[in-house]
Structure formats: structure tokens, C-alpha cells
């Protein structure tokens, strides 16, 4: 299965954007930085992926070991394509677990911060991993449920596939298909000849987490049939 666990990942933010990031006051200076250190104290983002071959492909759909994702916008994004990486990265229970025990409102926001770069940090050791084991080069990726044409029940498969995703990492598909904790990601990586971004494609307004900016044209000239 070459399946790889990352359970020992340094939590090691950037502070000084976080108190930017989060508009942290002089006045509430102390109450953050102590949120901080017991956070850093029980922190522990995780990750793992495992390289999947595709097996077979249609216009709308690839297979992978017997399961199929439906998107037209993966089918063209991988057609040149033989092999991707399936992965999931959390921020992690015990930080998942500290956070409900804050009470005060302000506390409960920056537990939510807090947890959300726990995350980023699982993110970026997959990434280096990812590079040292099977140097893709460039790479993009999409998410179920970040485009009506991947959507959030294409979580299902994933995960099937993945294994155990609780034993290794703490990372639960919830019958909702959301995962728990709610600070955890998951999707597709593969190697990209030019960026891609599931944004690009999206056209909602005023999104936070927006990575790229909407192309109304950019279905239709490449992922469109017609095209």
C-alpha cells in the first residue's frame, strides 16, 4: 500500500503573522501568548498519503485500485497523467481536544487560529515529504467539495482508499462527509505542467480562503467537452 504517516510534525508557526493575522492588541498581548504556549505544548499535526496508480479513465471519471472519481475538471487536469497522491492532514486530536476545553469567546476564536496553523504546518511537512520520497516537481491539487463539479461525496472514495485514516492520523469522515476535527483537509496531488487552483473556477465573492482569482472563461476553454 506504501501508504506514509507523518505523527511526529513540529508545530512551529509564524507567531508574529499570527498576531497580525488575528489584529492581537497590546491590551490582550498576555491572554494570547499564554493561549499560545499551552498550544504549542499539545500540539501535534499529522498527515499521510499514499502514490495511487490510474487504472482506467473516461471523460468524466478516473479509476483508481477498482473506485472511481467523478470530475470532468480531475479527468483533464491528470489526462497525461499515470500517477497521483491521495492524502489527508489535520491539526490533530489532542489540539482538537484542548480547544473545546476554552470557554471565553475570545479564547474559543484564537483556538480556531490556532488549530487552523497547526494544520498548515501538516500541510507543508506532507509537501517536503512528498518532494523528498517522489520529486513530482511542480504540483496542484483539488479538494472534494471545493467545485460543484468534484463534490464533497467524492470524499467517500478517498477515504476508502486511504485505509484507516483514524488509527493513523486521528482524521474522521463524518456520515456528512465533512471530517473531524473540522481543521483537517484532504484531496488529490499530482504533477502539473501550469498552476492550477480549484478557485479558479469557483466565482463565489469575498472568500477568505481564496488562493487564485476567478476565471470566468477558463472552463469553457478547457475543461468544457467543447473545448
Known amino acids: 500500500m506504501n501508504t506514509h504517516i507523518l505523527s511526529d510534525i513540529a508545530y512551529t508557526p509564524d507567531i508574529e503573522s499570527l498576531k497580525r493575522r488575528l489584529r492581537v492588541r497590546e491590551s490582550t498581548l498576555s491572554r494570547f501568548m499564554s493561549l499560545f504556549h499551552e498550544a504549542k505544548q499539545v500540539a501535534r499535526p499529522k498527515a499521510m498519503y499514499r502514490p495511487v496508480y490510474i487504472?482506467?479513465?473516461?471523460e468524466e471519471a478516473i479509476r483508481v485500485e477498482g473506485q472511481w472519481f467523478h470530475s470532468r475538471v480531475l479527468t483533464v487536469n491528470v489526462k497525461e497523467i499515470h500517477r497521483i497522491f491521495i492524502y489527508t492532514a489535520s491539526c490533530g486530536l489532542e489540539l482538537d481536544e484542548w480547544s473545546k476545553g476554552q470557554n471565553e469567546t475570545l479564547e474559543i476564536f484564537w483556538a480556531g487560529f490556532l488549530k487552523e496553523?497547526?494544520?498548515l504546518c501538516g500541510i507543508k511537512a506532507l509537501g517536503s515529504h512528498l518532494e523528498e520520497n517522489y520529486r513530482p516537481g511542480k504540483t496542484s491539487h483539488q479538494n472534494p467539495g471545493s467545485l460543484e463539479d468534484f463534490p464533497l461525496t467524492e470524499q467517500k472514495v478517498l477515504f476508502e482508499l486511504l485505509g484507516d485514516t483514524f488509527s493513523a492520523v486521528g482524521v474522521t469522515l463524518l456520515p456528512s462527509h465533512m471530517m473531524s476535527p473540522c481543521q483537517s483537509v484532504s484531496g488529490i496531488i499530482f504533477p502539473a505542467a501550469v498552476d492550477f487552483e480549484s478557485c479558479m473556477l469557483c466565482p463565489r465573492e469575498n472568500c477568505p480562503g481564496r488562493r487564485a482569482?476567478?476565471?470566468?472563461?477558463?472552463y469553457k476553454q478547457k475543461y468544457s467537452q467543447l473545448a
Not at 487504472?55 to 473516461?58: K, L, V, Y
Not at 482569482?213 to 477558463?218: F, I, Q, T
Open 55 to 58: 487504472e482506467a479513465r473516461t
Open 117 to 119: 496553523s497547526a494544520l
Open 213 to 218: 482569482s476567478y476565471d470566468e472563461n477558463l
